[in-house]
């Protein structure tokens, strides 16, 4: 299985911007899949999970009622659409996928797409 996140650039204070999150070689929906992220000189950091079912979803905190997680079967991708989005939310992010773990925790997550890279400034 690869992952391959894209969508990332630069955006102002209070816009959106839609990360997506291909996956190839197997079937997205055997996957529980989430979003991490990591800015500069701090730790990677949990932002969105989904079920592979698509029913459940989970947020952190910061970003609870601005960002939404989902999926879209019948393209095998994952989105992550960021709204209102602050100058803290900058950072590198990338999806990620556990093959049986319902996790919000990044080294029980199997399979790692590389980085898209989101700078939220004026």
């Known amino acids: 299985v690869q992952l391959q996140a894209s969508g990332g650039g630069l955006v102002q204070p209070g816009g959106s911007l839609r990360l997506s999150c291909a996956v190839s070689g197997r079937t997205a929906s055997n996957y529980n899949m989430a979003w991490f992220r990591q800015a500069p000189g701090k730790a990677r950091e949990f932002v969105a999970a989904?079920?592979?079912?698509?029913?459940?979803?989970y947020y952190a905190d910061s970003v609870k009622g601005r960002f939404t997680i989902s999926r879209d079967h019948s393209k095998n991708t994952v989105y992550l659409q960021m709204d209102r989005m602050k100058p803290e939310d900058t950072a590198d992010y990338y999806c990620?996928?556990?093959?049986?773990?319902?996790?919000?925790?990044?080294?029980?997550?199997?399979?790692w797409g590389q980085g898209t890279q989101v700078t939220v400034s004026s």
């Open positions: 990620a996928a556990a093959k049986s773990r319902w996790t919000f925790v990044s080294t029980e997550y199997e399979i």
């Open positions: 989904i079920r592979r079912s698509g029913t459940y979803t």
